[in-house]
């Protein structure tokens, strides 16, 4: 089970997020291509995941008895670039390398090139299917790690997503949980719009799964969703995380368009103006 969630770590969980926001931003500005609105969205989950939750070690990023982390929509990777990057997987001065030649860190995770990347993405709807088949293999070899999907809602519109779900809620894989980023958007408009996915939560409950829905933005309510999935011992669970595309860059928020480009640097600028001045508040609000 994890270890409670005191209020100065929580104070320091929400502080490293925004940090890595304004490191998402930098990054992608250097990078002058790729995805912000996903990003900035995730941040909290991806601060939650590698600073409290997960059992993982940067410096044995391939210790058997790790927990899986498998990210499906890969084109949120500059989060998980810059979280990793803080969390000691490589130096944060590598950041500045993405999606350049011969650079470890492209615009979709290559697992061979990069240590702690647990999976290679591309094609949308894939990563619940690996992560299925690794959650199998843990209970088949009767290991006690878990295994994390992280999917979008958008890649649900994809037919593999689903009969991944239909497998793990046949073999009830307790050990696997699934954090889908509700944040209703894809690259050309919202989710509703292009294939509506309600009733969301009643459909993964007819295939089987353990269902909460949390705010995705609020790390002590996702904490303790991941606290009672892990004492789920008959079913996989999914986490439907709603959370906001470009959370803490209010030119961002909810605007699909900026669900596939970066900021260019006037844009940087005032988007890391309201990052420091939202750091501010939080560190304000816990003294």
């Not at 011969?102 to 061979?112: A, D, E, F, I, V």
């Not at 290679?120 to 619940?128: D, F, H, K």
């Not at 949980?177 to 509506?196: A, H, L, S, W, Y």
């Amino acid at each position: 089970m994890l270890p409670a969630l005191h209020d100065k770590k929580l104070k320091f969980l929400e502080e490293k997020a925004t940090e890595i926001r304004e490191d998402i931003i930098e990054t992608l500005v250097q990078a002058g291509s790729g995805h912000s609105a996903g990003p900035l969205g995730m941040t909290d989950i991806f601060t939650a995941f590698y600073f409290h939750i997960l059992n993982h070690d940067p410096k044995r990023p391939d210790w058997p008895e790790r927990d899986r982390l498998v990210l499906s929509n890969g084109h949120i990777c500059p989060v998980r670039y810059v979280t990793m990057a803080h969390a000691g997987y490589f130096p944060i001065s590598e950041l500045k390398t993405l999606r350049k030649i011969n650079s470890r860190l492209q615009g979709h995770p290559h697992r061979t090139s990069l240590p702690g990347m647990e999976t290679t993405s591309g094609p949308l709807g894939s990563g619940l299917s690996q992560a299925v088949g690794m959650a199998l293999a843990a209970r088949m070899d009767k290991k006690k790690y878990r295994v994390y999907a992280l999917t979008s809602d958008g890649e649900h519109d994809c037919g593999n997503t689903w009969e991944a779900a239909m497998f793990a809620g046949k073999n009830r894989l307790s050990n696997l949980t699934m954090v889908v980023d509700r944040n209703n958007i894809q690259i050309d408009g919202f989710t509703e719009n292009i294939m509506p996915l309600e009733p969301f939560r009643s459909k993964y409950e007819s295939f089987g799964w353990h269902v909460l829905e949390v705010d995705g933005h609020n790390i002590e309510q996702f904490v303790d969703a991941i606290t009672e999935a892990q004492a789920i011992y008959e079913k996989p669970t999914v986490i439907i995380a709603h959370t906001i595309p470009g959370k803490g860059v209010s030119f961002m928020e909810n605007d699909y368009n900026w669900h596939g480009k970066p900021p260019n640097k006037e844009e940087a600028n005032k988007a890391l103006a309201e990052l420091r001045t939202l750091k501010g508040k939080i560190k304000s609000e816990h003294e």
